[in-house]
């Protein structure tokens, strides 16, 4: 790039600043917490091939290669917590995905405003609800004398502590998931559904078609590209379960079936102090989720050629 052309490129830049310098502004708070916080600790992950030393630093560290990824491949808790994982992640994935769909459809049914909103109110508020709240309500309803085996009992069912029991952790994350997320998540296909042309419902109704015909053939093509971006998303995080949830509901009795790969980095790394081990699981995560998003994206591409790229 010649000098002129560099100048040419600063001159532009510096105008353009002068004009919408307000912008720039109010965006910078922005762009410099994902320099902080997401861009600049990317450097720290060369710790993954140390053997991080705090007195000697990260490039001071005596560099060992794909030890510490040998060392997670091979050990008991690999299989475990990738098991673990993938299972929570599928499960939510069939059954929570597809939650805040089918509640913004319904939602988009109903002729009475107040209703809908009286709805749409009452689904939202949980995501606002502090997840430590929610986990203690979670903890609460599932005792062996909260409300959920109350009912169990009434229809002659055995009360048991579920959050002590392997078996019941998975159903119990993603139920108590789906509803404090169905009611937000929805509001992204609410507003996909209202930029529809009503000419189409229109022409659709002119044919014959009824009101589920009209959902098929009109509502959800309508959204299908919002559909698929999100899916995309979702599929590139499947493997990031969220430890701070998990943390606040199991305990070692249910580590069989609640143990995942964030909350294993979490132990490894905050409470036995192995930071380039939790640092080299925490990378092979990233790319594996890395890898997933782009597969997604490149198979949806291809498929009805919506994609974030």
């Known amino acids: 790039m010649d000098t002129q052309t560099r100048e040419t490129f600063w ?5 353009d600043w002068l004009r919408n310098y307000s912008l720039y502004l109010i965006v910078s708070p922005v762009i410099l917490y994902y320099i902080v916080f997401h861009y600049a600790p990317i450097y720290g992950a060369i710790i993954a091939f140390k053997d991080y030393l705090p007195m000697k630093g990260v490039l001071g560290s005596p560099w ?29 994935l069939v059954f929570g995905f597809p939650a805040p769909i089918i509640l913004a459809l319904l939602i988009n049914e109903v002729k ?47 009360k048991v502590t579920m959050l002590n029991h392997p078996g019941y952790f998975v159903p119990v994350y993603v139920t108590s998931e789906i509803w404090q997320e169905i009611g937000w998540g929805s509001i992204i296909y609410l507003a996909a559904m209202g930029s529809i042309d009503p000419q189409q419902y229109e022409a659709a ?7 589920w015909k009209q959902t098929v053939h009109v509502t959800l093509p309508g959204i299908a590209p919002t559909i698929m971006i999100l899916l995309i998303l979702k599929i590139g995080g ?17 580590y069989e079936t609640a ?6 980095v979490y132990r490894k790394g905050l409470q036995e102090f ?21 597969t997604a994206n490149w198979l949806s591409r291809k498929v009805n050629q919506s994609s974030l790229w």
């Open 274 to 294: 192995a930071w380039s081990f939790s640092s080299a699981v925490g990378l092979f995560n990233s790319t594996i989720n890395f890898v997933l998003l782009l």
């Open 205 to 211: 109704t002119i044919d014959g078609a009824g009101r």
């Open 11 to 15: 001159d532009k830049a510096k105008k």
């Open 64 to 92: 060992v290669g794909f030890k510490h990824f040998q060392d997670f491949f091979e050990s008991y808790y690999f299989w475990r917590v990738l098991k673990n994982t993938l299972v929570i992640s599928l499960t939510s």
């Open 259 to 264: 143990d995942v790969i964030s909350t294993y």
């Open 238 to 254: 499947i493997l990031s379960v969220g430890y701070e949830k998990i943390i606040l509901l199991y305990n070692p009795a249910i």
């Open 112 to 158: 009475k405003k107040l209703f809908s909103r009286f709805v749409q109110t009452v689904t939202y508020m949980p995501h606002f609800i502090s997840l430590v709240v929610v986990c203690g309500l979670v903890l609460d309803f599932t005792r062996d004398s909260g409300i959920i085996n109350a009912i169990i009992g009434l229809f002659g069912g055995d």
